[in-house]
């Protein structure tokens, strides 16, 4: 015999899944249990009882006692449970996702046989969370899903649309009009009473056209003043009195007008001369600020080439050359567009100028005829 021993393989103790949840008591039995098990007596296991009936969903919670009848229901949320020896290092030990609730009242009456699952199911399902925030968190976040007719429904309406956008893309004008219920019920009544056809037709769609052109103008202009009215009547009035006085003495008052506009026409072309030159003064002096800043513009891309020029020379390495190159390249492109605006804006400057001199030179021998 060999002096080996023999040594027999330790057996793995069996252990127990933890499976968590929350019970929630009656405020004074909760406080007496809180109690306990922060003080840790060993009597507690002696104390609290859960007795679970077959279906796992109803039971009965023993503590000291008092009986309380439990119904476990799951909850919207799910919470983490942490376990700690010393109140420093914490593990993490199980998800809960169901509430005990243990109260006084007595045990409903078990529900009919003939309930289907999705009821039953339906029956333990805790519409809140566990802190007042959440609150019908189920009904908040768990809406109701689309119905399956409309969702088998979804790519023919997407093929409409796509057709109707190809289409709007091919056609070379697209035109579209808001329909207002007021109008489509006017098409109604028209409808009902027979005149669409013949006359009745063309009557019914004038109504329409005034209606359409009343509301028009009542959503641009508002409603009209008593005010204003008043004042069309007083105008009308007076061009009344004013065409027998014409009749009257038009003879006398035909010279008179006649050198009364010519006189008019003449303060209207002065006035509208000196608005002219003022207005032509201003963008000749808005041109000289923008010609100025584009020369400063154009002076440092100037420079900048210039150093860019000067640095390239200097150079050997052929990657450092080549970034300059094309640096050099964009400068060179900035300034041939700086000199093309500051080229555009002294024609447009010469422009402004010669008419501001044909201006001023019209408007001193109309004040000299004058």
Request: net charge negative; aromatic share 4%; glycine share 6%.
């Amino acid at each position: 015999m060999s002096g080996k021993t023999s040594t027999k393989k330790k057996e793995d103790a069996p252990f127990d899944l933890e499976q968590h949840f929350i019970l929630r008591m009656p405020p004074g039995p909760a406080m007496a249990l809180r109690r306990d098990i922060q003080s840790g007596s060993m009597a507690l296991k002696d104390k609290l009882f859960i007795d679970f009936h077959p279906d796992s969903r109803l039971g009965q919670v023993r503590y000291g006692g008092d009986v309380f009848n439990a119904k476990l229901v799951d909850l919207p949320t799910i919470t983490e449970t942490l376990k700690t020896t010393d109140r420093k290092t914490f593990y993490k030990c199980a998800d809960i996702c169901q509430l005990m609730i243990a109260t006084t009242e007595d045990e409903p009456e078990p529900e009919m046989p003939e309930l289907s699952k999705k009821k039953e199911e339906k029956k333990y399902m805790w519409n809140h969370g566990l802190t007042p925030s959440l609150k019908n968190a189920r009904k908040k976040r768990f809406r109701k899903i689309l119905k399956r007719k409309n969702v088998e429904e979804w790519p023919d309406i997407e093929k409409e649309v796509k057709r109707l956008f190809r289409t709007d893309n091919e056609a070379v004008d697209v035109k579209w009009e808001v329909v207002t219920e007021e109008e489509e019920e006017d098409k109604q009544v028209v409808t009902e009473s027979g005149q669409t056809q013949g006359a009745g037709g063309s009557v019914g769609a004038g109504l329409s056209q005034e209606r359409k052109l009343q509301l028009a103008t009542h959503d641009i202009f508002g409603e009209v003043s008593s005010s204003d009215e008043e004042e069309d009547e007083k105008e009308v009035n007076i061009m009344d009195v004013d065409e027998d006085s014409n009749s009257q003495f038009m003879p006398n008052l035909s010279g008179r007008s006649s050198s009364m506009m010519h006189s008019m026409d003449e303060d209207s072309m002065q006035g509208g001369l000196s608005q002219l030159t003022s207005t032509l003064q201003e963008d000749t002096m808005d041109l000289e600020n923008k010609l100025s800043d584009l020369g400063m513009e154009l002076s440092e891309l100037r420079q900048q080439r210039e150093s860019y020029e000067e640095q390239l020379e200097e150079i050997d390495n052929a990657d450092v050359r080549e970034r300059i190159q094309s640096a050099l390249e964009d400068l060179q492109q900035q300034e041939n567009r700086k000199q093309e605006e500051v080229n555009e804006k002294r024609t447009a400057q010469d422009s402004e100028n010669r008419l501001l001199k044909l201006l001023t030179t019209g408007h001193a021998r109309t004040s000299e005829n004058t």
